[in-house]
């Protein structure tokens, strides 16, 4: 409970303190982990402020031979620019956010079913002279997953939100 405190606070602060901008217009690219994979597109709002969509599929189960296909997933975050330093090559940031993540997936050990829930982040990037930002997040998610079909099923808490939060996600996306 005391993480959701500094968590708030984090964000609070981020809304009341303009950081130094990284802002642009718009981003696009992909989103790898060992969770999955996603396009990525971001748009800013203000100068310390933007939203960041992201779609594509989650590799629970498919890596180690579990099952075949992977399940989908969609997020979406708004995002605060806390810390900024511009350097000759580039600008370091450091961000978080808050939003939702939706999608078909599934939890080890179980079957397939519809998700949602929460979705915080905590990022750090680096936006380089040319139009490329480098990023490094972690996303946690706190929702709901439901398995089976009918009335045999169940709504469980969607664990893999937890757990694949400290899976690191590599971030690459084109600026224009």
């Given at each position: 409970?005391?993480?959701?405190?500094?968590?708030?606070?984090?964000?609070?602060?981020?809304?009341?303190?303009?950081?130094?901008?990284?802002?642009?217009?718009?981003?696009?690219?992909?989103?790898?982990?060992?969770?999955?994979?996603?396009?990525?597109?971001?748009?800013?709002?203000?100068?310390?402020t933007f939203?960041?969509?992201?779609?594509?599929?989650?590799?629970?189960?498919?890596?180690?031979?579990?099952?075949?296909?992977?399940?989908?997933?969609?997020?979406?975050?708004?995002?605060?620019?806390?810390?900024?330093?511009?350097?000759?090559?580039?600008?370091?940031?450091?961000?978080?956010?808050?939003?939702?993540?939706?999608?078909?997936?599934?939890?080890?050990?179980?079957?397939?079913?519809?998700?949602?829930?929460?979705?915080?982040?905590?990022?750090?990037?680096?936006?380089?002279?040319?139009?490329v930002i480098?990023?490094?997040?972690?996303?946690?998610?706190?929702?709901?997953?439901?398995?089976?079909?009918?009335?045999?099923?169940?709504?469980?808490?969607?664990?893999?939100?937890?757990?694949?939060?400290?899976?690191?996600?590599?971030?690459?996306?084109?600026?224009?």
């Amino acid at each position: 409970m005391k993480y959701l405190y500094v968590y708030i606070l984090l964000l609070v602060s981020a809304a009341l303190v303009p950081g130094t901008g990284t802002a642009q217009p718009r981003s696009v690219g992909g989103v790898f982990s060992f969770s999955g994979a996603e396009v990525s597109y971001q748009h800013s709002n203000s100068e310390s402020t933007f939203f960041e969509i992201n779609a594509g599929i989650d590799f629970c189960g498919v890596l180690d031979g579990q099952v075949a296909s992977p399940g989908v997933r969609a997020g979406f975050t708004y995002n605060f620019n806390i810390w900024g330093h511009e350097f000759g090559t580039g600008v370091f940031s450091v961000l978080a956010g808050i939003g939702c993540s939706a999608g078909y997936v599934r939890q080890t050990g179980m079957s397939f079913g519809p998700m949602a829930g929460l979705a915080g982040k905590i990022c750090i990037e680096y936006l380089f002279k040319v139009p490329v930002i480098l990023s490094l997040d972690f996303t946690p998610v706190l929702g709901m997953h439901l398995e089976g079909q009918g009335s045999g099923s169940l709504l469980k808490v969607y664990q893999e939100g937890i757990i694949k939060a400290y899976y690191p996600r590599l971030g690459i996306r084109y600026v224009f």
